[in-house]
């Protein structure tokens, strides 16, 4: 009888829990949507109907370019928007610059609007932005809590550790890096040129190239030892932005159980190599630190003296390293690579920027001190920047009420601005916004756009990229030995398909025709 009593009380309270939890979750999943829903919506905002628990992911997937044929050369366009964010596109017609939409049961407020994002950050600072937490929890093998993904008082700790790698000085120290990774990669080219192959995809030679520079200017690794984390990067971008995932979806990571274990496994494997690196580096830093790459500048930051407040645990110092090898690579290379591409179909602009390396740097080996004189490049970085942003897209999440004129976008509502739409906006760059021109760059930093916040190629605020000057001397320091070397035009076997792979990628590479000059 006892036991039989026990037993009931033991299945007794098992239901209660199972019920509360189901409560919980029930509150969280549906509850805390459904009030966010009717917050917005009594606030004026409107969107697209969400459908739960998917929100508007189907409509999403549906519209999704999956077209892989090719566009003849003749009918490439800079018009990229509604191939790359096509749910954006039709949504803005219906809703304008400013809508809700939702991933999942995760509302998010889509803004293509540069004076409403001037109102709604003016007094935001930095560190009281947050980032989506979706993002976060399913990003976590990717860049953990770097600094990316970090908020508040450890975003500033974090960013404080890391901006004295990034200083001018430091910089310079790593260009000779930058030009031997470079001549490699032409080299390699004039070899492949001379035995008869004058088509180069240089998509995959860039990253490789980009891959080398950050391997050795970070963390003074060849691109062979590198290449573990980088392979692992790559194929966890590949599942984390598989179509088949249910992103914000309650249980959507269990949809696809090998994928989530899969990404978790290669995280894991990243992990375990760079808090190897840094325990064996960190050995090394206290009895000699002859060479000085980013990770010995993050350790000296570190554990410099009275700055034990702001240090950084190995764990948090094995994110960042994964935070830069992915954002310092992919996003430079980028830059390079559609680059290549836009001179390609422009040749009248590679001689222009010929005549200005002849005049700026001469023959001789590049001096970096010389590299702010090269303006047209700056203008043509710029305008590529513009066109094919290699972060398509800034994400935040409200960590208070925010009132922006006589709407309130209530805490927790994520926010997705869309970059691609303002740098193609036609209202804000006037009729020629498609076209190549980066002399519009020439007089203004803004490119003529008529708001400020419509240019973010960098991001905006206390949160602008960190490595931007870094990109700004490899984009340079590369370009300027590729020019030197060659001329090149677009392969016919190019099709334009750029898309989005948490970056702007093209899809299927970047083949060109060289000609050693
Ligand atoms: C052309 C090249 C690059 C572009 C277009 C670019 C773009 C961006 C953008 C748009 C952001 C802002 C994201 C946000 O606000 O959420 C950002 C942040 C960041 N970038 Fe870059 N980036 C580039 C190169 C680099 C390089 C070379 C590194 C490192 C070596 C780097 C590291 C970072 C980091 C760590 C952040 C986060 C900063 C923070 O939240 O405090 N980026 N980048």
Not at 137 to 154: Q, S
Not at 294 to 302: G, I, K, Q, Y
Not at 316 to 337: I, N, R, V, Y
Not at 405 to 434: A, C, E, F, Q, Y
């Amino acid at each position: 009888m006892g036991s039989s009593l026990q037993l009931l009380l033991a299945l007794s309270l098992a239901m209660a829990a199972i019920l509360l939890l189901g409560m919980r979750l029930l509150y969280s999943w549906w509850v805390m949507p459904y009030l966010a829903y009717r917050k917005l919506k009594s606030n004026g905002f409107s969107g697209p109907k969400p459908s739960f628990p998917l929100g508007n992911l189907n409509d999403m997937k549906k519209l999704k370019n999956t077209d892989s044929t090719s566009s003849p050369l003749s009918t490439i366009s800079n018009d990229i928007h509604s191939t790359a964010f096509p749910h954006f596109s039709m949504w803005q017609k219906l809703y304008g610059k400013v809508f809700i939409y939702w991933i999942g049961t995760a509302p998010f407020l889509y803004i293509a609007d540069p004076e409403f994002l001037k109102q709604m950050t003016a007094d935001i600072k930095g560190k009281n932005w947050g980032k989506p937490n979706i993002f976060k929890h399913d990003r976590e093998p990717m860049f953990g809590n770097g600094l990316v993904m970090v908020e508040g008082e450890d975003w500033v700790r974090h960013r404080h550790v890391i901006t004295p790698a990034f200083s001018p000085a430091n910089l310079k120290a790593m260009a000779s890096l930058m030009v031997d990774s470079a001549m490699n990669m032409l080299d390699r080219w004039t070899g492949l040129i001379n035995s008869g192959q004058l088509e180069i995809d240089v998509e995959r030679e860039i990253i490789i190239t980009a891959g080398e520079i950050i391997a050795k200017t970070s963390f003074g690794m060849s691109y062979e030892n590198g290449r573990k984390v980088f392979e692992n990067l790559r194929a966890m971008q590949l599942i984390l932005f598989d179509s088949k995932r249910y992103l914000g979806v309650p249980l959507g990571k269990f949809l696809n159980p090998r994928g989530t274990l899969k990404a978790k496994a290669l995280g894991k494997e990243i992990d375990g190599f760079l808090r190897s690196k840094i325990i064996d580096r960190s050995n090394k830093t206290a009895e000699t630190t002859s060479e000085r790459d980013v990770l010995d500048l993050m350790l000296a930051e570190n554990t410099a003296d009275g700055q034990k407040r702001r240090g950084l645990t190995t764990k948090e110092l094995a994110d960042e390293c994964k935070t830069l090898f992915f954002g310092g690579h992919e996003t430079s290379a980028l830059a390079m690579m559609w680059t290549l591409f836009l001179l390609g179909l422009h040749p009248e602009w590679q001689s222009q920027l010929r005549e200005e390396i002849k005049e700026v740097i001469g023959d001789e080996k590049i001096d970096v001190t010389k590299l702010d004189g090269l303006k047209k490049m700056g203008w043509v970085m710029n305008e590529v920047l513009r066109l094919y942003p290699s972060a398509p897209n800034v994400q935040r999440q409200a960590r208070q009420d925010i009132q922006v004129d006589k709407l309130v976008i209530p805490t927790g509502t994520n926010i997705w601005i869309d970059v691609v739409s303002m740098h193609h906006d036609r209202n804000l760059w006037g009729g020629d916004v498609n076209e190549f021109k980066p002399e519009r760059f020439k007089d203004d930093i803004f490119g003529g756009c008529n708001h400020k916040m419509g240019f973010l190629p960098f991001g905006f605020g206390g949160r602008m990229c960190i490595g931007k000057n870094l990109a700004n001397m490899e984009y340079k320091i590369v370009l300027t030995l590729i020019l030197s070397r060659f001329s090149f035009s677009i392969s016919p076997n190019y099709s334009h398909a750029p898309s989005i792979l948490l970056s702007l990628r093209p899809m299927h590479g970047i083949p060109l025709v060289f000609k050693p000059l």
